[in-house]
């Protein structure tokens, strides 16, 4: 029984797994890699999947689906000789042969598979992404994001340094960025952004309509399948380029026949618009991460579309230096999902890897709008973008006078009005029967990285409510599990008993001393918490590291000026002509934030 990894590309699937402490790409009989998504249905003899129903999107455009994971989780439906399939059942059957194949290749059934999915994919998609598993005869528990996967094959080659990586996933319709920051044994996302209109499509688009101008032809006044013709040409050109400079193209239109040259600094051309939006992205994401370019350790190069030459050139460009290039582009995330199966199956060479995610979509609570009554508004309780598993609590007062009771109404989106968003469920809880603004309940949010998600209410009785809303279904023993370790991250770094009493000692400190000691300490303080109130994993663990080495200096110190104050050396209240701890020992980690702080907060 074997575990496998898999990347369900919008364009291309294939599969991964471990063996011999590496990891290994699963070909097909014919040494093919790449499987194309595409399914199409042949009158009376059943489904082409991959390259030969690819091969048919030509010429039975209506027998043929193809891109059809853009359309994952919608109410988007495909006709195929006579029957309406939907893109999960289409997903079933691309998932269905990568099973089949592997079984063949590693002559052993396929117990489970770890499924990649874009990471901003919402809980539908995530959960219709399972459900093709299922029907595909896989069982898949956990799907990982795309980028965590990047991240990881990117782990697996260079050593697992703390590093901040921006993954650049560059495939046949999409372009997704990641920030991705790598720390211990923990993968972390922090924003991701991206177009679901761009890709290796667009630049395919682009050429043609250089050969066509080249030519002299209107491109809309071609027939269909010449326009199909075209396509395939302009995507053989392009792919040529990896290794040629000049590619020939030469197409037979209405008996004339049309050719043209395309060549590396031609496509740079041509993709010039296409290169402006990816750098609005690119400076998109890094403000939503609040970083600079400069804090970037290395850009990994993922997807098919960015083994083009000019698509590396302009990152060069763009970047200041090389960004990394893990073997096939196109092939990265899927050795990252093959390593992950070998985690998880507990194999000992590979260290087991905490992969977190973030919250894709913001997820809140619906709220009286005053001025429309009628329709309520969105107040988030989870931000896009938040760290999971993320916690927050909030509250909440009552709209009228004496009401019995409050419903907490979830939902899903970024819409003001709550009736755009998705409506998840709802928790209804007893309040004090008081005017109106007066009675208040307390709502805390809890998603976790299993897509779960768990709302808990609380009234000025201290009485509690609470929903678990999941994208799966759950057994009784896996609710009481997810609940009890909800209860955990539900307790923020703030108030977790360490932590409280770390900040306890340096209180202790404080009150212990006088003038520009206890000023610094202050400054320490609120160093620390705004590390602690980050969301950042990778913050907390250095503020609360840093706290401690300070701590430790400053219980040595005081130790010290007590016994010099014993022997009479020093008298009380020198601290304050000479801080005894040196610029290096503590301002080293973060100096302009404590001196920012100190002067209210300006910037340097
Ligand atoms: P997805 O993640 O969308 O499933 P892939 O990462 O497999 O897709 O990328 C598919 C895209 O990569 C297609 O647009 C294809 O034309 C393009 N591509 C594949 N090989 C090359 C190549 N050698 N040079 C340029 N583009 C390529
Ligand atoms: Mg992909």
């Known amino acids: 029984m074997a575990v496998i990894g898999i990347d369900l590309g919008t364009t291309n699937s294939l599969a991964a797994y471990w063996k011999d402490q590496a990891v290994q790409l699963i070909e097909n009989e014919k040494g093919e890699v790449l499987l194309p998504s595409v399914v199409g249905a042949v009158s009376g003899e059943g489904f082409l999947v991959g390259r030969e129903a690819k091969e048919r999107l030509l010429t039975h455009p209506e027998a043929t689906a193809a891109s059809f994971k853009c359309f994952m989780g919608t109410a988007r439906e495909y006709e195929l000789d006579g029957r309406v399939y939907t893109p999960m059942e289409l997903s079933a059957m691309v998932l269905e042969r990568i099973r089949k194949n592997a079984e063949y290749v590693l002559k052993e059934e396929i117990e489970e598979a770890i499924i990649t999915v874009p990471a901003y994919f919402n809980d539908k998609q995530r959960s219709d992404t399972k459900k093709a598993a299922q029907i595909a005869g896989l069982k898949a528990d956990r799907l990982i994001n795309e980028p965590s996967a990047a991240a990881l094959a990117y782990q697996m080659k260079y050593g697992a340094e703390e590093k901040t990586l921006l993954v650049f996933d560059f495939g046949g319709g999409t372009l997704d960025l990641s920030y991705v920051e790598c720390f211990d044994n923990v993968i972390e996302i922090l924003a991701v952004a991206g177009d679901n209109h761009l890709g290796g499509d667009d630049i395919d688009r682009a050429i043609g309509a250089y050969f066509c101008r080249e030519n002299g032809l209107q491109e809309e006044s071609l027939s269909l399948e010449d326009q199909a013709q075209l396509r395939k040409l302009s995507e053989q050109a392009k792919c040529a380029l990896e290794s040629q400079e000049t590619v020939p193209m030469e197409l037979q239109v209405e008996g004339r026949s049309c050719r043209a040259v395309l060549e590396e600094e031609i496509l740079f051309e041509i993709c010039m618009p296409i290169f402006g939006k990816i750098r609005n992205l690119f400076l998109h994401i890094l403000e939503d991460a609040g970083s600079r370019v400069s804090q970037i350790d290395d850009l990994i190069m993922v997807g098919g579309s960015s083994r083009l030459p000019v698509v590396k050139r302009f990152l060069t460009e763009l970047l200041g230096k090389e960004p ?107 309040v004090a029967q008081k005017p109106a603004g007066q009675a208040w309940i307390e709502v805390q949010f809890t998603y976790d990285i299993n897509g779960i998600l768990h709302v808990a209410a609380e009234n000025e009785m201290g009485e509690r409510r609470q929903v678990l809303l999941a994208n799966q279904t759950l057994s009784e023993a896996e609710l009481r599990q997810y609940t ?118 300006d910037e340097e």
């Not at 096939?328 to 998880?344: E, F, P, S």
């Not at 108030?495 to 009493?501: A, G, Y």
């Not at 900040?503 to 705004?530: D, K, P, T």
Request: glycine content about 8%; some cysteine; charged content about 30%.
């Open 324 to 430: 990394v290039v893990l073997g096939d582009t196109d092939k990265v995330v899927a050795l990252g999902a093959g390593a992950y199966a070998g985690i998880r199956q507990r194999r000992e060479e590979i260290r087991d890897m905490l992969l977190t995610d973030v919250c894709p979509f913001t997820l809140g609570i619906g709220v009286l709008n005053r001025s429309n009554r009628e329709k309520d508004i969105l107040s988030p309780m989870i931000e896009r973008n938040s760290t999971l598993p993320a916690s927050h609590r909030s509250r909440f007062v009552t709209t009228s006078d004496f009401q019995k009771e409050i419903m907490v109404r979830i939902y899903q989106g970024e819409e003001y009005y709550v009736d755009n968003n998705v409506f998840l469920g709802q928790v209804s809880i007893e």
């Open 484 to 601: 009890k370790e909800m209860e955990k991250v539900m307790v923020p770094p703030v108030q977790q008993p360490e932590n409280q009493e770390l900040l306890a000692r340096f209180l202790h400190e404080y009150e212990n001393s006088v003038g520009g000691r206890r000023e610094q300490i202050g400054a320490m303080v609120g160093w620390i918490l705004s590390k602690l109130e980050s969301g950042r994993r990778k913050e907390v663990r250095n503020g609360v590291e840093t706290a401690k080495r300070w701590l430790e200096q400053l219980e040595i110190q005081r130790n010290m000026q007590e016994e010099l104050l014993f022997d009479g050396e020093l008298k009380e209240g020198s601290w304050e002509e000479e801080p005894f701890w040196g610029e290096e020992t503590f301002w080293e980690e973060e100096p302009e934030k404590i001196v920012g702080e100190k002067n209210g907060g």
